[in-house]
T-cell receptor, first 112, second 114 residues
Framework: SQQGEEDPQALSIQEGENATMNCSYK?????LQWYRQNSGRGLVHLIL?????REKHSGRLRVTLDTSKKSSSLLITASRAADTASYFC????????????FGKGTLLTVNP | DTAVSQTPKYLVTQMGNDKSIKCEQN?????MYWYKQDSKKFLKIMFS???????INETVPNRFSPKSPDKAHLNLHINSLELGDSAVYFC?????????????FGQGTRLTVV
């Protein structure tokens, strides 16, 4: 069964703007990860936030995690055309280290 | 120096045929996965192996049979292919069992059944 749900399904912005994507999940988790998928390519890991962390930064990426609301957000600041891709959240439901489960993804389009 | 490599990248075949997709990782990881991504981009886990042992089988039809000859390889054999099997199949690996590890993905195999 699907664990994560991203919101929105699609997002279109202008270069230089910030992009925020949200993810909600259903069960307790060990961690939450965000991945990027460029068209026709495999997924690339962006950032991992543990269940006991609330916020994490990596370059232009900022991830928050609210375990009480079972939700996470990914913020990309000062977006670039090269950020155009699908973004997925993924979780390992509590106790299941081997079941990395993905949401449906958000398609981000950054217009030059 | 590809970390996770899959072959072939594209596979077009007729209904009823049997085909295999190969996956190899050179990262020294213990855990490997197969995922299926449908036309709506939904990624569904199919199998998870740890050190050559099947850990997760997500109610995949038994026409799909994974085989892990060693922990660096996880191949996927599909019998009696159906139209609904058309999708992109991704292999992935992650380090030894742990709660906070990322997965590394191959480039995918686009399977088209005609």
């Amino acid at each position: 069964s699907q664990q994560g749900e991203e919101d929105p399904q699609a997002l279109s912005i202008q270069e230089g703007e910030n992009a925020t994507m949200n993810c909600s999940y259903k069960t307790s988790i060990n961690n939450l990860q965000w991945y990027r998928q460029n068209s026709g390519r495999g997924l690339v890991h962006l950032i991992l936030i543990r269940s006991n962390e609330r916020e994490k930064h990596s370059g232009r990426l900022r991830v928050t995690l609210d375990t009480s609301k079972k939700s996470s957000s990914l913020l990309i600041t000062a977006s670039r055309a090269a950020d155009t891709a699908s973004y997925f959240c993924a979780t390992t439901p509590g106790g299941s280290n081997y079941k990395l489960t993905f949401g449906k993804g958000t398609l981000l389009t950054v217009n030059p | 120096d590809t970390a996770v490599s899959q072959t072939p990248k594209y596979l077009v075949t007729q209904m009823g045929n049997d085909k295999s997709i190969k996956c190899e990782q050179n990262l020294g990881h213990d855990t490997m996965y197969w995922y299926k991504q449908d036309s709506k981009k939904f990624l569904k886990i199919m199998f998870s192996y740890n050190n050559k042992e099947l850990i997760i089988n997500e109610t995949v039809p038994n026409r799909f049979s994974p085989k892990s000859p060693d922990k660096a390889h996880l191949n996927l054999h599909i019998n009696s292919l159906e139209l609904g099997d058309s999708a992109v199949y991704f292999c992935a690996s992650s380090p030894r069992q742990g709660t906070n590890t990322e997965a590394f993905f191959g480039q995918g195999t686009r399977l088209t059944v005609v």
